[in-house]
């Protein structure tokens, strides 16, 4: 059972570069999640998603957008990366909203240049 | 503003040496709070939710509490896998959006 699992696990970008994060999971999980993790501040939500179709903004949206077009994917968009976006991000997915028990890939980690 | 603060940041213990981990918040309407295990290089473990101030759940050495103001975790004869760090959230809606705090690395030495 694979869970939620997160591509790619690392990579490098150049300031201005757009890449794409995907997350995927197999748990059938309405909730899913984009936090990002840096040194000293704590996970900080990004975007978030209800069920497959919609997303909303999370604490830091600013530079990023995302899609849940089908229900087991949930992808992060970088449209021009900087360097202030270097982090370690993480996906999570839930089956409820108000349990808190969310279920976090392994991370993809991110170096803008 | 909501606030998640934990202390201390980093903690050394000597195996069954116990401890407890703080976590004080400033929230209007905490819907739950949540301590999450966080190992080097992998995401997020989840332990436990605390709804209400009185409550308390155990798994295995590890005990949480919540009160008003804080929640603590209490680490009993911390053996070395509990080497860890901690992660305290609070969330005060239904939609599974958490605050998370900065987090206590624990180190347990044989």
């Known amino acids: 059972n694979a869970g939620v699992t997160q591509t790619p ?5 150049k300031t201005g570069q757009s890449m794409t994060l995907l997350c995927a999971q197999d748990m059938n999980h309405e909730y899913m999640y984009w936090y990002r993790q840096d040194p000293g501040m704590g996970l900080r939500l990004i975007h978030y998603s209800v069920g497959e179709g919609t997303t909303a903004k999370g604490e830091v949206p600013d530079g990023y957008n995302v899609s849940r077009l ?23 997915s ?20 | ?17 116990s ?3 703080n976590c004080s918040y400033t929230v209007s309407g905490l819907r739950g709070l949540f301590w999450y295990r966080q190992d080097p290089g992998k995401g997020p473990e989840f332990l436990f939710t605390l709804y209400s101030a009185g409550e308390e759940k155990e798994k295995e050495r590890l005990k949480a ?10 680490i009993t004869a911390p053996k070395p896998e509990d080497s860890a760090t901690y992660l305290c959230a609070l969330t005060t809606d239904s939609w599974g959006k958490l605050q998370f705090g900065a987090g206590t690395q624990v180190v347990v030495t044989p």
């Open chain 2, 65 to 74: 509490t919540l009160t008003k103001k804080e929640s603590f975790l209490h």
């Open chain 2, 19 to 21: 401890s407890s981990l």
């Open chain 1, 94 to 113: 839930s089956p409820t909203g108000w349990t808190g028990e969310l279920f976090f890939g392994e991370g993809s980690r991110l170096t803008v240049l």
């Open chain 1, 9 to 13: 696990k690392f990579r490098v970008l």
């Open chain 1, 70 to 92: 089908k229900k087991q994917n949930f992808l992060l968009g970088l449209e021009s990366a900087a360097p202030s976006q270097t982090s370690v991000y993480f996906c999570a």
């Open chain 2, 1 to 17: 503003e909501d606030q998640v603060t934990q202390s201390p940041e980093a903690l050394r213990l000597q195996e069954g040496e």
